[in-house]
């Protein structure tokens, strides 16, 4: 998909081989037409908005929020160029702002616990601000980029010394309430005028903890489920805290639509989003944006050795920034290949919606009805609003 920017399947074959409960979810159309053939897609519309339609989106894709410091620069502004190319968008992590990225338009700035290198200027850069309050990998302990990682140009951007670990606090020190999240959502807002949106690691109460954020005036929640990536997490955390996002969404879109509060909202499902079948199940189960992270990356060259902390990534995505680097990687290849993800898996998602019999993302969203469940607990069947197969 990244080399030719052509859709490659309809279904997603890798599916069948899963114990994962989204892979456990069939559209009822793959039922009746379980091979139908790889064409261009006709008109589907795959347009959508975000923040109470304040953010204008061709798709709806949001490229997960990677920092410049995780990754080596080249990627961030890979990203970033192919969210303005594409019209889409996607987040620049925290950490400041590379200076390229800051040209860039389709971006979100985020305001995590430390706030390195955040200032007024940064918070005015792009179309929102996200407030991070957790992630799918690591719920609520915060965030670590490894001081091997922090070298003079990601000193300069995050304002830290040269060398020493970039550890972000697990909450927030002026964020003790659901009232101070208000607080700093609405001085946010007042301070930029652009949208402010939530990010939290999808755990037990995710319903309430998005009916509080709706409430407190924010435009939206980014929800990052289990098995979201990052490169340093501890793996005691990482494998045993954080619920699904496929849980998550129906609850969620559930929970807000019974208070009144979703119509406006958006709803993003991050965490695992492995192909646009897994876009079209999750906007089906009531999201309005599906975040990937992982899978552009992979665009780019990632070989997945899973060593992303030690900075010395082979595909040189995710390497320490040296001054004078051996290898770097290809701007310009970079963001094709990306370019290429994009539309590529957006055709896929015109597909899958031109075999469900729906024409636009709108009439999509929250198609419970559209699924059936395999092999799946009633009770797991009964929580997400699916029918048994």
Known sequence: MARWGEPVSVWDGAKHF??????????????????PPVRKPSDIDTSTTMAYDAIEMA????????????????PNVALARAADLTEIVTGTGEGGLHPEVRKCKR?????????????????????????KIGQG???????????????????????IPVGLDAISPAPHHDIYSIEDLGQRIMALKEATGKPVFVKVGVTNYIAYIASGVARMGADGIIMDGHGAGTGASPLVVRNNIGLPIEIAVPVVDETLRRE????????????????????????????????LGTAPLIA???????????????????????????KVLSLETATRWVVNMVRGWTSELKLIMEEVGVSSVRELRGRRDL??????????????GVEAF
């Not at 490894?146 to 003079?152: A, D, E, I």
Request: aromatic share 6%; proline share 5%; with cysteine.
């Open 18 to 35: 899963s114990k994962r409960l989204l892979d456990r979810l069939r559209f009822k159309a793959e039922l009746d037409n379980p091979s």
């Open 59 to 74: 798709s709806p894709i949001y490229l997960g929020d990677m920092s410049f410091g995780a990754l080596s620069g080249v």
């Open 107 to 131: 971006i979100t700035v985020q305001w995590a616990s430390a706030r390195f290198g955040v200032d007024i200027d940064v918070l005015n850069t792009g179309l929102g601000i996200v407030i």
């Open 137 to 159: 990998a690591k719920p609520g302990i915060g965030g670590h980029l490894p001081g091997v990682k922090v070298t003079k140009p990601i000193s300069e951007t995050r304002r």
């Open 260 to 291: 009144g509060l979703r119509d406006g909202f958006t709803v993003v499902a991050a965490g695992r989003v492995s192909s646009a079948e897994d876009s079209a199940k999750l906007i089906a189960l009531g999201a309005d944006v599906v975040s």
């Open 300 to 326: 780019m060259g990632c070989v997945m050795v899973h060593k992303c902390h030690l900075g010395f990534c082979p595909a040189v995505i995710t390497n320490k920034i040296e001054e004078n680097p051996v």
């Open 371 to 384: 699924l059936k469940g395999f092999g799946v607990e009633a009770e797991d069947l009964r929580l997400i």
